[in-house]
T-cell receptor, first 114, second 113 residues
Framework: ETAVFQTPNYHVTQVGNEVSFNCKQTLGHDTMYWYKQDSKKLLKIMFSYNNKQLIVNETVPRRFSPQSSDKAHLNLRIKSVEPEDSAVYLC?????????????FGPGTRLLVL | QQKVQQSPESLTVSEGAMASLNCTFSDGTSNNFRWYRQHSAKGLEVLVSIFSDGEKEEGRFTAHLNRANLHVSLHIREPQPSDSAVYLCAVKGATGGNNKLTFGQGTVLSVIP
């Protein structure tokens, strides 16, 4: 059962445009993440947010910016997209139990930059 | 920086035969390992999480962890065509820059009837 929701499912845009992706989790988790999955299926973490505080920023280009209004939402904005931004963007949330966390992923947003 | 490698890149098995996937990691202090499955155009589904050496079973999925050998594996008992997907190994280090989930490149599993 899906508890991490992402919109849109797909987005096609042109180089230079701005795009925004939304993510919402209904699990009550404190931490949310954005990952980028390239054409070879490799996932790399981009950001994580814990109680509205950015705690990881994996040296992604400045045109990427996470935006959070509360701990259930973490959106991703890309200013002036470039062709190499074409990928699947996966949102996740996690909870901690006994010093271990488990991440739950959304279905992803597939971006194609023409 | 943590390196996670999966093998094989792709695997084809017959329905009902055991499927075995491998994953090696570089940070021996890692303490959080999990296997995810990703069907085409869908999100990741966590299959098994394991935090200490030994074996962890979740239904038809069993993970084996040997931290001394920097190795974690996934065995799928009686695979079905619906198990055809990309399987991703994820490892989290305990300290410093490795204290995040690092993914392998995935193994594409095809189960033929």
């Amino acid at each position: 059962e899906t508890a991490v929701f992402q919109t849109p499912n797909y987005h096609v845009t042109q180089v230079g445009n701005e795009v925004s992706f939304n993510c919402k989790q209904t699990l009550g988790h404190d931490t949310m993440y954005w990952y980028k999955q390239d054409s070879k299926k490799l996932l790399k973490i981009m950001f994580s947010y814990n109680n509205k505080q950015l705690i990881v920023n994996e040296t992604v280009p400045r045109r990427f910016s996470p935006q959070s209004s509360d701990k259930a939402h973490l959106n991703l904005r890309i200013k002036s997209v470039e062709p190499e931004d074409s990928a699947v963007y996966l949102c996740a949330s996690s909870y901690w139990v006994f010093n271990q966390d488990t991440q739950y992923f959304g279905p992803g947003t597939r971006l194609l930059v023409l | 920086q943590q390196k996670v490698q999966q093998s094989p890149e792709s695997l084809t098995v017959s329905e009902g035969a055991m499927a075995s996937l491998n994953c090696t990691f570089s940070d021996g202090t890692s303490n959080n390992f999990r296997w995810y499955r990703q069907h085409s155009a869908k999100g990741l589904e966590v299959l098994v999480s394991i935090f200490s050496d030994g074996e962890k079973e979740e239904g038809r999925f069993t993970a084996h962890l040997n931290r001394a050998n920097l190795h974690v594996s996934l065995h799928i008992r009686e695979p079905q065509p619906s198990d055809s997907a990309v399987y991703l190994c994820a490892v989290k280090g305990a300290t410093g820059g490795n204290n995040k989930l690092t993914f392998g490149q995935g193994t594409v599993l095809s189960v033929i009837p």
